[in-house]
């Protein structure tokens, strides 16, 4: 049996891929092959997690019920250092192994990013986020798209794929060449203009820009890191704790609107406009594009992107610490009081499920 690692890169339909999978495990497995989305036990940079037993197991399994083929997509693959891969891929055992990544160009892929590390659990402003990483290009995996490709080569993944996002958006979707690359029939895959993509949707930038400044003033009062996320894949290290506060903050918005009407002024008063345009990544294009020229799976032109037109984002500049003290200790102590209030949710869900029985509620 042969291996197929999706790995990846976050916001490049990952989602819809794993959806498609999911809805189609009897007809894959009436072709002998067997698929894994997200499965925590392959993240390698997590102790926690990761269980080369199981994964051995499991593979095992398939095996011995015929299949031919396994198919593991997780989006934190592709963030994963040498050593962390190394480790994913003794536990593949000596079966041939393809690395299948999905890259997407800087101007719709770091607007994203950005919002999606602001839902889950950073702080930093976009024009911080965009600083940063150009102080930090050399190392961080979201300016150097190309460390993926090296650091899977590294690792021992001598088979790999690079598919080109805007190139399958330009061309019917991104399930097709998704599909042919992990070397699912082609019976079995929707035409062009019949793929239904399934989005995983981000918040707008004005809700991003509320959340991260909570996540800002709960990491001040826990004494974690603000940037959790975006430092990750600076150190290789897991993210210490997800915070995911959208639930609580709509809570604060119906129960302290004056609150939240403050701090979206506070927001407002220090916004700019963001240009991105292809040109301030044409150094990270090229190291792209040399490092997956062999590997391409879909190129448009001989090229790996378009050329995007320039983009405008209008952005705060506000940084937790720019709040002041007596505005900060209010948002904490409302942040807590939402916490209390979901857990009180949560423990009477749980009394009532009980009571009603499984399947009741």
Same mark, same amino acid.
């Given at each position: 049996? $042969?291996?197929?690692?999706?790995?990846?890169?976050?916001?490049?339909?990952?989602?819809?891929?794993?959806?498609?999978?999911?809805?189609?495990?009897?007809?894959?497995?009436?072709?002998?092959?067997?698929?894994?989305? =997200?499965?925590?036990?392959?993240?390698?940079?997590d102790?926690?997690?990761?269980?080369?037993?199981w994964?051995?197991?499991i593979?095992?399994?398939?095996?011995?019920?015929?299949?031919?083929?396994?198919?593991?997509?997780?989006?934190?693959?592709?963030?994963?250092? =040498?050593?962390?891969?190394?480790?994913? !891929?003794?536990?593949?055992?000596?079966?041939?192994?393809?690395h299948?990544?999905?890259?997407?160009?800087?101007?719709?892929?770091?607007?994203?990013?950005?919002?999606?590390?602001?839902?889950?659990?950073?702080?930093?402003?976009?024009?911080?986020?965009?600083? !940063?990483?150009?102080?930090?290009? %050399?190392?961080?995996?979201?300016?150097?798209? $190309?460390?993926?490709?090296?650091?899977?080569?590294e690792?021992?993944? #001598?088979?790999?794929?690079?598919?080109?996002?805007?190139?399958?958006?330009?061309?019917?979707?991104?399930?097709?060449?998704?599909?042919d690359?992990?070397?699912?029939?082609?019976?079995?895959v929707?035409?062009? %203009?019949?793929?239904?993509?399934?989005?995983?949707?981000?918040?707008?930038?004005?809700?991003?820009?509320?959340?991260?400044?909570?996540? %800002?003033?709960?990491?001040?009062?826990?004494?974690?890191?603000?940037?959790?996320?975006?430092?990750?894949?600076?150190?290789?290290?897991?993210?210490?704790?997800?915070?995911?506060?959208?639930?609580?903050?709509?809570?604060?918005?119906?129960?302290?609107?004056?609150?939240?009407?403050?701090? #979206?002024?506070f927001?407002?008063?220090?916004?700019?406009?963001?240009?991105?345009?292809?040109?301030?990544?044409?150094?990270?294009?090229?190291?792209l594009?040399?490092?997956?020229?062999?590997?391409?799976?879909?190129?448009?032109?001989?090229?790996?992107?378009?050329?995007?037109?320039?983009?405008v984002l209008?952005?705060?500049?506000? #940084?937790?610490?720019?709040?002041?003290?007596?505005?900060?200790?209010?948002?904490?102590?409302?942040?807590?009081?939402?916490?209390?209030?979901?857990?009180?949710?949560?423990?009477?869900?749980?009394?009532?499920?009980?009571?009603l029985?499984?399947?009741?509620?």
């Amino acid at each position: 049996m $042969d291996i197929v690692l999706h790995s990846g890169m976050h916001k490049t339909g990952t989602t819809s891929f794993q959806s498609w999978l999911r809805e189609r495990t009897t007809a894959l497995a009436a072709e002998r092959i067997r698929v894994l989305t =997200v499965p925590p036990q392959v993240n390698a940079r997590d102790p926690d997690s990761f269980d080369p037993e199981w994964i051995r197991s499991i593979l095992t399994r398939f095996e011995k019920a015929g299949a031919a083929r396994t198919v593991i997509s997780h989006e934190d693959i592709s963030t994963l250092d =040498v050593e962390a891969l190394k480790r994913l !891929r003794a536990a593949l055992g000596e079966r041939p192994v393809r690395h299948v990544t999905t890259f997407r160009h800087w101007l719709g892929f770091l607007p994203s990013r950005w919002m999606q590390n602001c839902r889950r659990r950073d702080s930093q402003s976009f024009p911080a986020f965009l600083e !940063r990483l150009n102080r930090d290009a %050399g190392m961080h995996v979201d300016a150097r798209f $190309d460390l993926v490709l090296k650091t899977a080569l590294e690792a021992g993944f #001598e088979d790999r794929i690079a598919i080109s996002w805007d190139n399958a958006m330009a061309t019917g979707g991104i399930l097709a060449p998704l599909c042919d690359a992990c070397g699912i029939p082609s019976g079995l895959v929707p035409q062009p %203009g019949q793929q239904a993509v399934r989005a995983n949707t981000g918040d707008p930038p004005e809700t991003s820009e509320m959340l991260r400044l909570f996540n %800002g003033v709960r990491a001040r009062a826990e004494d974690r890191a603000p940037d959790a996320m975006f430092d990750a894949k600076l150190t290789g290290d897991r993210v210490d704790v997800f915070f995911d506060q959208r639930r609580r903050v709509e809570r604060i918005r119906q129960t302290d609107p004056t609150l939240i009407h403050e701090v #979206e002024t506070f927001l407002a008063g220090r916004r700019e406009n963001v240009r991105l345009a292809a040109p301030d990544f044409a150094d990270h294009a090229e190291a792209l594009a040399a490092a997956a020229a062999p590997f391409l799976h879909n190129p448009l032109n001989g090229h790996l992107f378009p050329d995007p037109p320039p983009r405008v984002l209008a952005v705060s500049t506000v #940084e937790v610490t720019d709040l002041a003290d007596p505005l900060r200790a209010r948002m904490l102590r409302r942040l807590r009081q939402a916490a209390r209030a979901d857990g009180f949710l949560r423990r009477a869900a749980g009394r009532v499920r009980k009571y009603l029985g499984p399947g009741r509620i």
